[in-house]
């Protein structure tokens, strides 16, 4: 047997397979002895009709079915004195066999190419935001927990700018002739928040109960067309915010005495919030420089529709109403990325050989079971036990470590953003 590999592109090859006569005679002659004894012809038993009578006929036939019960044991054979490890099925571009002749077979192969690490252990540069806390962030939530345990009480006078209008509303022209099949519906605005936004709640400001004026949502987009409604006020309420005092914030945490003590918490808890995003950002541009190294590593287009089978099997539900060609062009490029960086995940994982030991998975487990309200403890150690999740737990502890590996080598640049919102 001889084989040839030629290179089409990084993930593909195509591989010619000859195979001489020589080596394929006994092959058939013991497989026309076979396909013989299958034969049926007049004025002959079944499987004695003679061989030249059967080669004359059924030649041909007896050729393709010969290449297709061996085709497996020629493939694989040349796919070792090829030194090649394909994905999924070849394509078969040619075949051709004829008795006493070689038999030649072209096929194209896709294969996982080698992966290639850039030289990150020289050190790779990588920004981090890091989000600096204001006294405006806390007092914004202290603001937030004060509508929360706020109460709101109906006021007898003009609707005014953070009121809160129950309101029958429905969609008319411009004229104000409710458009065809639109009915009437009850809905709280809050003036000033939106939808309702500063600029709306003008036309609503100064509203009396009973009385009707017309709202206008002014069309975003020149194809887009200005919308109409007419908005009856049903009852104005004000929203009574609490005051800031020792009151307020054991309302919000029993444990608590002071508003010192409160806007310490609330900043602390912002900080650390805040700090994990910073580190999940960072991963994220980590893995992006990767990318980015690799933006020439192709991914076979097999494993890539492999992987887009199961995502949409998975998210069939979510995704109803798109059509699934438009779902794989649509996360065609995700799905490329996800298992390039799985790629070097694995690549840096076998190269460092880390993992994650049971000791480790079990005080994960331990912590996660402490965690939970002592009454419901029982319930959860089952499933926080179970084989399955522990599997889950250990692919997270790797991610980390390969995270904390790399970042041993980055050289990080940390950019001080001001929280906005």
Same mark, same amino acid.
């Given at each position: 047997?001889?084989?040839d590999v030629?290179?089409?592109?990084p993930s593909?090859?195509?591989?010619v397979?000859?195979? !001489?006569?020589?080596?394929l005679e006994?092959l058939?002659?013991?497989?026309? =002895?076979?396909?013989?004894s299958?034969i049926r012809? %007049?004025g002959f038993?079944k499987g004695?009709?003679p061989?030249? $009578?059967v080669e004359?006929?059924?030649?041909?036939?007896?050729?393709?079915e010969?290449?297709?019960?061996?085709?497996n044991m020629?493939?694989y054979k040349?796919?070792q004195?090829?030194k090649?490890?394909?994905v999924?099925? !070849?394509d078969?571009?040619h $075949?051709?066999f004829?008795k006493?002749?070689?038999?030649h077979?072209?096929l194209?192969?896709e294969?996982? !190419?080698?992966l =290639?690490? %850039?030289?990150?252990?020289?050190?790779f540069k990588?920004? =981090?935001?890091?989000y600096a806390?204001?006294?405006e962030?806390?007092e914004k939530q202290?603001e937030?927990?004060?509508?929360?345990?706020?109460e709101l009480?109906?006021?007898?006078?003009?609707a005014?700018?953070?009121?809160y209008?129950e309101a029958?509303?429905?969609?008319? *022209?411009a +004229?104000?002739?409710?458009?065809?099949g639109?009915? %009437?519906?009850?809905?709280t605005?809050?003036l000033?928040?939106? %939808? $309702?936004?500063e +600029?709306?709640?003008?036309?609503?400001?100064?509203?009396q109960?009973?009385?009707?004026r017309?709202l206008?949502?002014k069309?975003?987009?020149?194809k887009?067309e200005?919308?109409?409604f007419?908005v009856?006020?049903?009852?104005?309420q004000?929203?009574?915010?609490?005051?800031v005092n020792k009151?307020?914030?054991q309302?919000?945490?029993p444990?608590? +005495?002071?508003?010192?003590?409160?806007k310490?918490k609330i900043k602390?808890e912002?900080?650390d919030?805040?700090d994990?995003?910073?580190? =999940?950002q960072l991963?994220?541009? $980590?893995r992006?420089?990767f990318?980015?190294?690799?933006?020439?590593?192709?991914i076979?287009g097999?494993i890539?529709q492999g992987y887009l089978d199961?995502?949409y099997k998975?998210?069939?539900?979510q995704v109803?109403?798109i059509?699934?060609e438009?779902?794989?062009?649509?996360?065609?490029?995700?799905a490329?990325n996800?298992?390039?960086?799985?790629?070097v995940?694995?690549?840096?994982i076998?190269?460092?050989?880390?993992?994650?030991? *049971?000791?480790e998975?079990?005080?994960?487990?331990?912590?996660?079971?402490?965690?939970v309200d002592?009454?419901l403890?029982?319930?959860?150690?089952?499933?926080?036990e179970?084989?399955n999740f522990?599997?889950t737990l250990s692919?997270?502890?790797?991610? *980390?470590?390969v995270m904390?590996?790399?970042?041993?080598f980055?050289?990080i640049k940390?950019n001080?953003?001001?929280?906005k919102?």
């Amino acid at each position: 047997m001889k084989t040839d590999v030629k290179e089409l592109s990084p993930s593909k090859r195509e591989l010619v397979i000859e195979v !001489p006569w020589e080596e394929l005679e006994t092959l058939y002659t013991a497989f026309l =002895k076979k396909f013989r004894s299958r034969i049926r012809m %007049p004025g002959f038993r079944k499987g004695k009709v003679p061989m030249g $009578i059967v080669e004359r006929q059924y030649g041909s036939h007896a050729e393709l079915e010969f290449v297709k019960d061996h085709f497996n044991m020629f493939y694989y054979k040349g796919l070792q004195e090829a030194k090649l490890n394909p994905v999924g099925e !070849p394509d078969v571009e040619h $075949i051709h066999f004829h008795k006493g002749e070689p038999l030649h077979l072209h096929l194209n192969l896709e294969i996982l !190419p080698e992966l =290639k690490l %850039p030289s990150y252990k020289e050190g790779f540069k990588v920004e =981090k935001p890091v989000y600096a806390i204001k006294k405006e962030d806390v007092e914004k939530q202290i603001e937030e927990l004060r509508k929360k345990n706020a109460e709101l009480t109906e006021k007898g006078g003009p609707a005014e700018m953070g009121d809160y209008l129950e309101a029958e509303v429905v969609e008319t *022209d411009a +004229e104000g002739n409710p458009v065809t099949g639109a009915e %009437p519906e009850t809905s709280t605005l809050v003036l000033g928040e939106n %939808p $309702i936004t500063e +600029e709306r709640a003008q036309a609503l400001v100064g509203i009396q109960k009973d009385e009707s004026r017309q709202l206008v949502f002014k069309a975003e987009h020149e194809k887009d067309e200005d919308r109409y409604f007419k908005v009856k006020a049903l009852k104005i309420q004000k929203l009574n915010l609490p005051e800031v005092n020792k009151e307020f914030v054991q309302t919000v945490d029993p444990e608590l +005495e002071t508003v010192t003590q409160l806007k310490e918490k609330i900043k602390n808890e912002l900080q650390d919030y805040l700090d994990k995003e910073s580190e =999940k950002q960072l991963d994220n541009n $980590i893995r992006e420089y990767f990318l980015g190294e690799l933006k020439d590593f192709e991914i076979p287009g097999t494993i890539i529709q492999g992987y887009l089978d199961d995502l949409y099997k998975d998210q069939k539900e979510q995704v109803a109403g798109i059509p699934e060609e438009q779902f794989r062009e649509q996360y065609h490029e995700m799905a490329h990325n996800t298992l390039k960086w799985m790629m070097v995940r694995e690549e840096i994982i076998k190269q460092e050989k880390l993992q994650a030991t *049971d000791e480790e998975i079990q005080k994960k487990v331990d912590d996660l079971i402490m965690k939970v309200d002592e009454k419901l403890r029982d319930a959860y150690k089952s499933y926080y036990e179970s084989d399955n999740f522990k599997k889950t737990l250990s692919q997270e502890l790797m991610s *980390d470590k390969v995270m904390d590996h790399l970042k041993s080598f980055a050289r990080i640049k940390e950019n001080k953003i001001t929280r906005k919102g």
